[in-house]
């Protein structure tokens, strides 16, 4: 079972205020990091797939960096707002062939207007 | 396009009765997933599929058994429902791997299942 940890679990931010978040890995045997966006009562929906080491990837005020060698990812906002509110999802891909996908627990994102 | 569909939403059964849950995607995807999700624990793998007629277990396939007789439909069985098997369960698909890793997995909307 691989050991995919985020932290923190779950945190309020102020609107307008800008927050991130952790996602640590195996080092070993790496092949991708997924982020997923999950609001609730919906599907995840995927935000990023990254590969390479110092990756860094942006989608509107919402980015990503990846460290393979330590084994993290950050998930950055920027400026929140409410519709940011939601549960983020880190999953670890170790092999290819199959695309499976060994998931976190999620962070979960509050926007207090 | 509708993308990736699970039959039926809720259910509740009784234990030890016999169920069926549908997938089916329209985006000509390769690989197929089935997933539980639980209160406190991230998405675990149940079964996975790469392609039509080939099927493979997960984190916890215990309990479950799937088929794959089509590429565009993935089955979920529970031949004799226990408790611990209430959960929302999602399933996801993608396009295979193409050596770079890059494949995002495209999930339904669940489906909430409750075993009395």
């Not at chain 1, 309020?12 to 092949?31: A, I, L, M, R, W």
């Not at chain 1, 707002?81 to 976190?104: I, K, M, V, W």
């Not at chain 2, 993608?94 to 669940?110: E, I, K, L, M």
């Amino acid at each position: 079972i691989l050991n995919v940890e985020q932290s923190p679990q779950s945190l309020h931010v102020q609107e307008g205020d800008s927050t991130n978040f952790t996602c640590s890995f195996p080092s070993s045997n790496f092949y991708a990091l997924h982020w997923y966006r999950w609001e609730t009562a919906k599907s995840p929906e995927a935000l990023f797939v990254m590969t390479l080491n110092g990756d860094e990837k942006k989608k509107g005020r919402i980015s990503a960096t990846l460290n393979t060698k330590e084994g993290y990812s950050y998930l950055y906002i920027k400026g929140s707002q409410p519709e940011d509110s939601a549960t983020y999802l880190c999953a670890f891909n170790h092999a290819h062939g199959n695309n499976r996908l060994a998931f976190g627990k999620g962070n979960q994102v509050v926007v207090i207007p | 396009n509708a993308g990736v569909t699970q039959t039926p939403k809720f259910r509740v059964l009784k234990t030890g009765q016999s169920m069926t849950l549908l997938c089916a995607q329209d985006m000509n995807h390769e690989y197929m997933y089935w997933y539980r999700q639980d209160p406190g624990m991230g998405l675990r793998l149940i079964h996975y599929s790469v392609g039509e007629g080939t099927t493979a277990k997960g984190e916890v396939p215990d309990g479950y058994n799937v088929s794959r007789l089509k590429k565009q439909n993935f089955l979920l069985g529970l031949e004799s429902a226990a408790p611990s098997q209430t959960s929302v369960y999602f399933c996801a698909s993608s396009w295979r791997d193409d050596g770079v890793g890059n494949q995002p997995q495209h999930f339904g909307d669940g489906t909430r299942l409750s075993i009395l």
